[in-house]
Nanobody
Framework: QVQLVESGGGSVPAGGSLSLSCAAS????????MAWFRQAPGKEREGVAS????????RYVDPVKGRFTISRDNAKKTLYLRMSSLKPEDTAMYYC??????????????????WGQGTQVTVSS
């Protein structure tokens, strides 16, 4: 049974930093693309960043480029998201997600099969 468990969320002032982690179990973690999504109240879930199975290819949506860094440790079966220069508009529930392909598809929820329960990030102005 695939299980993804996020941690590391919290409340920070604008300009601050946070690091999220996602521990995976129940499948061959190192073989598949992983991603981070977020969902703000009243909005649809949106992709933030993705990383290929080997960690070589990463993609970011424009609003987070230069501020967020996605990485993974396949030995530890853990996905990370380092967030800096945080803005109030980054406030959302953050989810990690996995698909069953080596390289990442478009950052859309329809292509990701496994989801964590989410961790809340709140950025105050």
């Amino acid at each position: 049974q695939v299980q993804l468990v996020e941690s590391g969320g919290g409340s920070v002032p604008a300009g601050g930093s946070l690091s999220l982690s996602c521990a995976a179990s129940g499948y061959t973690y190192s073989s598949y693309c992983m991603a981070w999504f977020r969902q703000a109240p009243g909005k649809e879930r949106e992709g933030v960043a993705s990383i290929s199975s080997g960690g070589i290819v990463t993609r970011y949506v424009d609003p987070v480029k230069g501020r967020f860094t996605i990485s993974r440790d396949n030995a530890k079966k853990t996905l990370y998201l380092r967030m800096s220069s945080l803005k109030p508009e980054d406030t959302a529930m953050y989810y990690c997600a996995a698909t069953t392909t080596v390289y990442c598809p478009v950052l859309s929820t329809q292509f990701f099969h496994y989801w964590g329960q989410g961790t809340q990030v709140t950025v105050s102005s």
